[in-house]
């Protein structure tokens, strides 16, 4: 339901101290989501109230309060003119017997006021100051722990997915190296180490096949951002560079591209470069790591005795 602002400040005792019903504590809770106006007597009433109902001693009202309320009350209307006395000298039921402590004088003139003292069907239930300081605390304490529990599940949905994600990276970073080792165990493999260039990070392997597929797996590079890309150009016998593929970095550090259709010249020199999109044509940027390829032969096994 919805509710307008001077009716969440008079709910703002009760709201912090969880003691409004549910519907009165979701149409609060609703209305501070929308609201553009600010209700800092929430955060002041919090930190107050909660304090005064935990310190605080309830006070019983004295036992003969009543006989002296009503007391009083016959009194004024004993006092009242004639004609007022009359109107309202109708019966009235109380629930419970009413001790005058000393009879009043009441003039001859004056009608009669007639009380009429009925014995009530079932005594009304009292309850105490305490009892109601306790139901609050506990309802306060119930939806303080509903909260708690609220935000644990938050935060451990949080914590996995996290860790999710970290296995996947994980996951794909094996994926990475045992493609790499599976192209290093073929027939006719050549291989090239990776190394860093004019001072820049950045550390790897390529590994290139007969069939003109290739592997090239980095490490320690900066992430890209935007739309920028690491490139990768090659250079074969003939001098000239020609673009291969490209791949983005995120804060692992790790890079991973497969080619297919690469010349396997025996001198193939292959550069990675960081590069502003992946539509440029040329190399604009110093290479980051560059490798040679070389032939790269799996050691037999030695025979054992």
Not at 86 to 106: G, I, Y
Not at 176 to 193: D, E, I, K
Request: with cysteine; hydrophobic share 45%; proline share 7%.
């Amino acid at each position: 339901m919805n509710i307008s602002c001077d009716r969440v400040r008079d709910l703002a005792p009760g709201f912090v101290l969880g003691a409004l019903d549910a519907a009165e504590m979701d149409a609060v809770r609703e209305h501070l989501t929308t609201c553009a106006q600010p209700h800092p007597e929430l955060r002041e009433m919090g930190g107050v109230l909660s304090y005064l109902g935990g310190s605080l001693d309830p006070v019983e009202p004295r036992t003969n309060l009543r006989a002296a309320v009503m007391a009083a009350a016959q009194a004024d209307l004993r006092s009242r003119s004639p004609e007022r006395a009359a109107a309202v000298a109708e019966p009235v039921a109380v629930a419970e017997p009413v001790t005058v402590a000393e009879p009043v004088a009441v003039a001859e003139t004056q009608a009669p006021l007639v009380l009429t003292v009925l014995k009530p069907a079932r005594a009304a239930g009292v309850i105490s100051l305490g009892r109601v300081r306790g139901l609050r605390t506990r309802r306060a304490a119930v939806w303080i722990t509903r909260a708690a529990a609220a935000f644990a599940i938050v935060s451990l949905v949080g914590y996995a997915v996290a860790v999710q994600s970290d296995l996947n990276r994980a996951h794909e970073s094996q994926d990475h190296a045992n493609t790499v080792y599976s192209y290093l165990q073929l027939p006719g493999a050549r291989w090239a180490a990776l190394t860093p260039q004019g001072g820049n990070k950045g550390v790897g392997d390529a590994v290139l096949l007969p069939s003109g597929h290739v592997a090239v797996w980095l490490h320690a590079l900066q992430p890209t951002k935007g739309d920028e890309v690491y490139m990768v150009w090659l250079s074969s016998d003939s001098g000239s560079i020609t673009k291969s593929g490209w791949f983005t970095v995120d804060d692992r550090g790790e890079g991973f591209l497969t080619m297919v259709n690469v010349s396997a010249s025996d001198s193939l020199w292959l550069m990675v470069c960081r590069e502003p999109n992946s539509g440029v044509e040329k190399p604009t940027g110093p290479a980051i790591v560059a490798g040679t390829v070389w032939l790269y032969s799996v050691p037999e096994a030695t025979p054992t005795r």
